[in-house]
């Protein structure tokens, strides 16, 4: 089973959910050879519960992921932390819609790294350390007792084609062996072009977040695609073009 732990189902936060638009993400996961992909939407982006309103209208769910033409897609949310950087939750949608409540007041001023980890103990959720060296937002800072709750830190497909990617993969593997924690594989996808720059291969089929955190701790193999940088570098043109001309400033 071929699955993406960090994909968007919007162009930006600032874009309303738009079914078409997200259905396009389905089709390029399909068409990129995956079989499942975690929705890890920005917690604050405009009418988060709109996404999973829309979703509960026109698709099944069971056990904890939704059934998409062929895709499963699993709820979670990108969270910003006070300190700085990126926690990735995946869980069932009501745990994910529950936690984003919560988190409600922290929007724009976040949230301690600690205190979310406190606030997410009680559910069953996947927690991944996204892009754990980009400059913008490193985990670097965060003192070990703490990251070692984490079940992974994300080897994102956008980081590894900014920076040099053996030298990328390299660090974020050595840290997290240092650490005793997994390593996965997130496209950071807006746009379905980047689907399919970065996979976990895993070798059970997975439909809950039992067996997904049971896939994690196991250590999924990752591929690369050779075409990682090409997928990257057109999404992110083919996004820039779009935010020019057709979203509001």
């Known amino acids: 089973m071929n699955i993406d732990l960090h994909t968007h189902g919007k162009l930006t936060k600032k874009t309303d959910f738009d079914l078409e638009y997200f259905m396009s993400m389905v089709e390029g996961a399909k068409k990129n050879g995956l079989d499942a992909f975690a929705l890890t939407e920005h917690f604050n982006t405009k009418h988060f519960s709109d996404v999973y309103e829309t979703l509960n209208q026109h698709f099944i769910y069971e056990n904890n992921c939704y059934y998409i033409d062929g895709i499963k897609v699993f709820p979670g949310m990108e969270v910003d932390v006070k300190e700085v950087g990126h926690i990735l939750l995946i869980g069932d949608r009501k745990d994910i819609l529950t ?24 559910y069953q959720l996947v927690r991944i350390g996204a892009h754990p060296f980009r400059e913008s937002t490193p985990l670097t800072a965060h003192p070990s007792s703490l990251l070692k709750k984490l079940d992974s830190f994300d080897l994102n497909g956008k980081d590894l084609h900014s920076y040099d990617s053996q030298d990328m993969k390299s660090r974020i593997e050595k840290w997290a062996a240092e650490l005793n924690i997994k390593v996965t594989a997130g496209s950071d996808s807006h746009h379905p072009l980047q ?19 049971q896939a994690i701790s196991e250590q999924p193999s990752i591929d690369l695609s050779p075409c990682l940088s090409t997928k990257v570098e057109a999404a992110k043109y083919v996004k820039k073009t779009i935010k020019n001309h057709v979203l509001p400033i």
């Open 99 to 122: 936690v984003n409540n919560q988190l409600d007041q922290y929007k724009e001023d976040f949230l301690p790294f600690e205190r979310l980890l406190r606030m997410t103990d009680d």
């Open 195 to 213: 689907l399919g720059a970065v996979c976990n291969k895993c070798s059970e089929t997975i439909s809950t977040i039992t067996e997904l955190k």
